[in-house]
């Protein structure tokens, strides 16, 4: 099992760049898929980048493709998520998930994963 915590939420102008980063417990961070996923007041939970448990693959939804970047860091068991170029739209709550895979699997779906963390708010002015 495995606890998520995320932080790096903020408010910044439309432009503007944020780094979020996500801290997981546990051993066995290296055996997790991770992915950052967001919800916007009164939609559905959407699906925003993920990155294999290796980390050679990552994988991006359209709308933040070319202006965000997932990384990760096994030895420090966290995930990042930098986020330039930011719009309005990209305001959300922010959350960051995990789910056991195997090597170069990639996972798009909320359901898919098993871990969430709390959520961070992003909020973008115009």
């Known amino acids: 099992q495995v606890q998520l915590v995320e932080s790096g939420g903020g408010l910044v102008q439309a432009g503007g760049s944020l780094r979020l980063s996500c801290a997981a417990s546990g051993r066995t961070f290296s055996s997790y898929a991770m992915g950052w996923f967001r919800q916007a007041s009164g939609k559905e939970r959407e699906f925003v980048a993920t990155i294999t448990r290796g980390g050679p693959t990552t994988y991006y939804a359209y709308s933040v493709k070319g202006r965000f970047t997932i990384s990760r860091d096994n030895a420090k068991n966290t995930v990042a998520l930098q986020m330039n170029s930011l719009k309005p739209e990209d305001t959300a709550v922010y959350f960051c998930?995990?789910?056991?895979?195997?090597?170069?699997?990639?996972?798009?779906?909320?359901?898919?994963?098993?871990?969430w963390g709390q959520g961070t708010q992003v909020t973008v002015s115009s």
């Open positions: 998930a995990a789910v056991v895979t195997l090597p170069l699997v990639v996972r798009t779906r909320p359901q898919e994963y098993d871990y």
